[in-house]
């Protein structure tokens, strides 16, 4: 899986003025992510942009055209801690379930059933401000919110606890690659994440990742 991160407009527009000096300004970050997926492959994604006028991120908003054969699967936690798959097909130009989410914070699963890579595009606003991801005790299936690669605790603010369980899934070898934590340190590292990848999470309790984040 490769993603890139593209920043394509960072609009400044004066709102007002209060007094003589304070100015009240409106800031949105346009911008895009490419994600490409093998052929014939699994791929652990993310959508990290808000997309559709009402920023609901339903998946013909975030995803809306695919190779025939492009199936999204989104692991949904139920309150009681189990869970299951919601899946939708992408099949003669359209997707099967035009309800499905796909949030800033959530993971999913995409395969491409195509006989060559499809590179996805997201397009939208980035999140900004106080932006909190509820973990709950249990297996949950997350993202960062924010468009950034880097260490999942050190940059990007995951809130580890000892017996936590970080699974990143391989889409070379379409295995997962467990990281824990044991007395507060990572075994055997602190997990890597690229722009637009997903997560499984297995929580030892309820957490929320809360990051603050601004574009300036």
Do not use: C, H
């Amino acid at each position: 899986m490769r993603t890139q991160l593209i920043l394509t407009t960072a609009a400044l527009g004066l709102a007002g003025a209060i007094g003589a000096q304070a100015q009240v300004y409106s800031v949105n970050a346009v911008g895009y992510i490419n994600v490409t997926v093998p052929a014939k492959k699994f791929a652990m994604i993310a959508n990290q942009l808000n997309a559709g006028t009402d920023k609901a991120n339903k998946i013909t908003d975030v995803i809306p055209t695919a190779k025939d054969g492009t199936i999204v699967y989104k692991y949904v936690r139920n309150a009681d801690g189990t869970g299951g798959y919601a899946s939708a097909g992408f099949e003669f130009g359209e997707w099967s379930d035009k309800t499905l989410t796909l949030p800033p914070g959530a993971g999913f699963f995409l395969y491409n059933g195509d006989a060559a890579a499809q590179t996805l595009t997201f397009v939208g606003e980035v999140p900004q401000g106080t932006l909190t991801t509820s973990l709950g005790a249990g297996l949950n299936q997350v993202a960062s919110q924010v468009p950034q690669a880097g260490l999942l605790e050190t940059v990007l603010g995951y809130p580890k606890a000892d017996g936590d369980i970080v699974y990143k899934f391989d889409t070379a070898t379409q295995n997962y690659i467990p990281n824990s934590v044991e007395f507060g340190s990572w075994s055997p590292a602190e997990p890597v994440v690229a722009v637009a990848e997903g997560l499984f999470v297995n929580k030892a309790a309820a957490a929320s990742w809360t990051r603050t984040f601004s574009v300036n």
